[in-house]
Nanobody
Framework: QVQLVESGGGLVQAGGSLRLSCAPS????????MGWYRQAPGEERELVAR???????NYADSVKGRFTISRDNAKNTVYLQMNSLKSEDTAIYYC?????????WGQGTQVTVSS
């Protein structure tokens, strides 16, 4: 069973930065894509950012220009650098990995932005 270990969430003031990390139990190149989703209270889970095995990235409109997804092949880790955080970014952030018809999820990490 694939495991995704997340870290890096926390409490930050508006305008601040956080970096989330996701380390899968298998090589990141075994997945078609990896990404980050988030879910705020009472809201549906939404895509934040994604990177394909070929390095193509895409972002939700709400985070473009503020968030950056990247990967470190040597550390087998995917990152989400979040800058200029806003209160509306408050949510549980989930790492996701896709392979074929399968999707794997991390346990989630809380990000809270205080205004």
């Amino acid at each position: 069973q694939v495991q995704l270990v997340e870290s890096g969430g926390g409490l930050v003031q508006a305008g601040g930065s956080l970096r989330l990390s996701c380390a899968p139990s298998e090589t990141i190149f075994s997945f078609n894509s990896m990404g980050w989703y988030r879910q705020a209270p009472g809201e549906e889970r939404e895509l934040v950012a994604r990177i394909t095995s070929g390095g193509i990235t895409n972002y939700a409109d709400s985070v473009k220009g503020r968030f950056t997804i990247s990967r470190d092949n040597a550390k087998n880790t995917v990152y989400l650098q979040m800058n200029s955080l806003k209160s509306e970014d408050t949510a549980i952030y989930y790492c996701n990995a896709g392979r074929g018809y399968s999707a794997y999820w991390g346990q989630g990490t809380q990000v809270t932005v205080s205004s």
